[in-house]
Nanobody, 115 residues
Framework: QVQLVESGGGLVQPGGSLRLSCAASGFTFSLYAMRWYRQSPGKERELVAEVSRLGGVTNYADSVKGRFTISRDNVKNMVFLQMNSLKPEDTAVYYC????????WGQGTQVTVSS
């Protein structure tokens, strides 16, 4: 079955960096686009970044452009989110997502940006 497992979250000071990872299994990873979403308390889940199946095309939310970079490794079946210049408003649970007939989500990883 499809599984997405995120890791790499934690507590970081404003201006710091974190790298999130998502390990995928149960499907042919290189055939599907991958996405990172995030959700803060009281807010709707929002798309942060997406990468095409071969990694050649990426898109970002305006709020993270120039600070976050999404990438993927189709040999290791993993997708990454490098987050630099983190701000308190980036605090959220971050989710890995893909759509294979239906939408699949990971369990999420908490990112807290605070001094």
């Amino acid at each position: 079955q499809v599984q997405l497992v995120e890791s790499g979250g934690g507590l970081v000071q404003p201006g710091g960096s974190l790298r999130l990872s998502c390990a995928a299994s149960g499907f042919t990873f290189s055939l599907y686009a991958m996405r990172w979403y995030r959700q803060s308390p009281g807010k709707e889940r929002e798309l942060v970044a997406e990468v095409s199946r071969l990694g050649g095309v990426t898109n970002y939310a305006d709020s993270v452009k120039g600070r976050f970079t999404i990438s993927r490794d189709n040999v290791k079946n993993m997708v990454f989110l490098q987050m630099n210049s983190l701000k308190p408003e980036d605090t959220a649970v971050y989710y890995c997502q893909t759509t294979i007939i239906r939408v699949y989500w990971g369990q999420g990883t908490q990112v807290t940006v605070s001094s």
